[in-house]
C-alpha cells in the first residue's frame, strides 16, 4: 500500500496513485498504458511512466472506478456487470465468457464464417 505521504506527494505533482489494487489489476493497467510496474520511487523516469489519453474518476453506483481512454495498448479492456443479484451477474459473466471464447477459438481457428446465421446471400 502507498502511504499517506507518498499520495501526498504524488497529488501535489499532478499525478494520481491508488493503494491496495490487486495484482491483476495492476498488471492490466500496466498493459495497457505501456508502464513498467514498479516496486520503489526511486529512479523513475519517462521510459517506466504509462500514458493515457484521458484518465478519469467515476462513481456508479456505490462504486468509484478509475477509467483509462485511449490508451496506446487498444488490446486491453474490461467490462463492468451490474445486476439486481448476485445470481444474475454470475449467470451473466458465465455467458458473457462463453461467448468470449467462442469468438475466440474462431480467431484461432482461422476458419471462415457465413454472417447472418448462415444465410448464403439470397434476399
Known amino acids: ?4 505521504l507518498a499520495t501526498q506527494y504524488f497529488q ?5 496513485c491508488a493503494g491496495r489494487l490487486q495484482a491483476a ?8 498504458t505501456g508502464a ?6 526511486r529512479g523513475i523516469t519517462d521510459d517506466v511512466l504509462g500514458k493515457c489519453g484521458v484518465f478519469e474518476e467515476v462513481s456508479l453506483g456505490d462504486e468509484r472506478l478509475n477509467l483509462l481512454r485511449n490508451c496506446p495498448n487498444r488490446l ?10 448476485e ?15 467462442v469468438v475466440r477459438r474462431l480467431l484461432l481457428s482461422k476458419r471462415r464464417i457465413v454472417a447472418g446465421g448462415g444465410g448464403g446471400g439470397s434476399p
Not at 25 to 32: K, L, Q, T
Open 87 to 101: 445470481q444474475f451477474i454470475a449467470e451473466s459473466e458465465r455467458s458473457l465468457h462463453d461467448a468470449l471464447m
Open 12 to 16: 501535489d505533482a499532478g499525478l494520481f
Open 25 to 32: 489489476d495492476m498488471s492490466r493497467i500496466a498493459m495497457a
Open 1 to 4: 500500500p502507498i502511504g499517506d
Open 76 to 85: 486491453v479492456s474490461t467490462m463492468v456487470l451490474r445486476g439486481g443479484s
Open 36 to 41: 513498467v510496474l514498479q516496486t520503489t520511487c
